[in-house]
């Protein structure tokens, strides 16, 4: 069973910047994992994806340019590096792996199965 901890959450004023961090633990097969955002009263959605090797990575309209995913597989550990943000960026990210996807990313939620516990961005403006 993969354990995953988000970390790096916080308070940050409009156009801010900052770096979460998701820790893995458990089986360390070929997954893909991902970011997702669920804001205040809203359905949880996708932020960026990124497959095992790192070498393919996926984002939301929304977020490219602006965000950055990336990991460390030594660490097996998954960053989402945050700059320009803006209020409606405000929620609970959720990193996430989707222990079926081999080798590629996908941004279908229905297809992870295992989820941390959130940390809380907030975006002041």
């Known amino acids: 069973q993969v354990h995953l901890v988000e970390s790096g959450g916080g308070l940050v004023q409009d156009g801010g910047s900052l770096r979460l961090s998701c820790a893995a633990s458990g089986p360390t097969t070929n997954y893909a994992t991902a970011w997702f955002r669920q804001g205040p009263g809203k359905e949880r959605e996708f932020v960026a994806a990124?497959?095992?090797?790192?070498?393919?990575?996926n984002y939301a309209e929304s977020v490219k340019g602006r965000f950055t995913i990336s990991k460390d597989n030594a660490k097996i550990t998954m960053y989402l590096r945050m700059n320009r943000l803006k209020p409606e960026h405000t929620g609970t990210y959720y990193c996430e792996a989707a222990t079926a996807i081999i080798g590629g990313t996908t941004s279908n939620l229905n297809d992870y199965d295992y989820w941390g516990q959130g940390t809380q961005v907030t975006v002041s403006s």
């Open positions: 990124i497959s095992w090797s790192g070498q393919i990575t």
